[in-house]
């Protein structure tokens, strides 16, 4: 009897003690309260802010949404959204000026973050924060320009 209770503690308590392995932490995200504290972290995030503009609707639909109000391009194709444009009769349901507006609001948001938490970065001078300060800035300031020059 006393055999099978060791056995059944034992049990346990090998059970137990492996909950602490499964509790791994994520190495593909990071808490958001970690991420603006040093400069690796302040990199990282403005990193995150210039990939936006890699994005389908800023690097290459942009540049066709600006010819085709401008009159330079005829839209003749199939696509009903380029055509809208072309026409200056841009309808609300028109996925490539949501698209564009989506991705517009997600770089600013991402600047407005670093805008909002660089005061707690460790580790920066000042004339080193104020280029960051002023990349943050160009950047809100690009995206709020071509949602205003899409929807003038």
């Given at each position: 009897m006393k055999l099978k209770i060791i056995i059944l503690y034992s049990f346990f308590a090998l059970?137990?003690?492996a909950c602490e392995i499964l509790e791994v932490k994520p190495y593909d995200s990071i808490e958001a309260d970690e991420v603006l504290t040093t400069k690796k972290g302040l990199d990282g995030s403005l990193i995150g802010a210039y990939n936006i503009l890699q994005s389908g609707s800023i690097a290459t639909d942009l540049l066709v949404f600006a010819d085709l109000a401008a009159d330079n391009f005829i839209a003749r194709?199939?696509?009903?959204?380029?055509?809208?444009?072309?026409?200056?009769n841009i309808?609300?349901?028109?996925?490539y000026v949501e698209s564009l507006w989506n991705t517009s609001y997600e770089g600013i948001n991402l600047v407005n973050n670093i805008l909002d938490?660089?005061?707690?970065?460790?580790g920066i001078t000042e004339t080193e924060k104020q280029n960051y300060l002023a990349q943050c800035y160009f950047l809100r300031a690009f995206h709020y320009?071509?949602?205003?020059?899409?929807n003038k």
């Open positions: 059970f137990f003690s194709g199939s696509k009903a959204e380029y055509r809208e444009i072309s026409a200056n309808q609300a349901s028109n996925a938490g660089i005061d707690g970065v460790e320009f071509n949602l205003v020059i899409v």
